[in-house]
């Protein structure tokens, strides 16, 4: 079996605010057709990643080569679904953190994602959404087999 070529492994991890409206149903169907069109197109472009979504923020993160990623960020950057993109990480890492899937969801707890909506309120606990970012992307990389591509995240 010969070893995956990772020398233009890049990845780039982002927060921004929701700009969905409607009611729950509406938003859940924005966020489906969300993940929907990502695993299509992140599936061609060889991207891997993964999205959560809080009700008020997206955190979201890709990696693949640096230009498959950075034209993926150009397209989400570009989305009115969201506003205030923030990046958090961003640049060459040694290993994927997102196996196979091409965009995995993570569904944080009522207590992560309080604690990562609380972060534009509370301007201590930004370093701690950083920590919260960080920690998805430990668990996907901990849990590389969990069943079918959406995850309980809990913080």
């Not at 992140?42 to 990643?49: L, P």
């Not at 809080?54 to 640096?66: M, S």
């Not at 990623?69 to 990480?89: K, N, Q």
């Not at 965009?103 to 950083?130: C, I, Q």
């Amino acid at each position: 079996m010969t070893e995956p070529d990772h020398t233009d492994l890049f990845r780039l991890v982002y927060r921004s605010r929701s700009a969905i409206g409607g009611d729950a149903e509406e938003v859940h169907r924005q966020v489906d057709k969300i993940l929907t069109v990502s695993r299509s197109r992140n599936g061609q472009a060889g991207v891997t990643g993964a999205l959560m979504f809080t009700g008020l923020f997206f955190v979201q993160a890709l990696e693949g080569p640096a230009t498959a990623v950075e034209a993926a960020f150009d397209r989400i950057c570009c989305d009115l679904r969201h506003t205030g993109i923030e990046v958090v990480e961003c640049g060459p890492v040694l290993e994927p953190a997102f196996g196979e899937w091409s965009m995995s969801h993570l569904v944080p707890t009522a207590d992560a994602g309080a604690l990562l909506n609380r972060v534009e309120h509370d301007t201590e606990l930004a370093d701690a959404a950083v920590a919260a970012m960080k920690l998805m992307i430990a668990l996907i990389r901990f849990e590389p087999h969990a069943i079918g591509p959406t995850r309980q995240l809990v913080v």
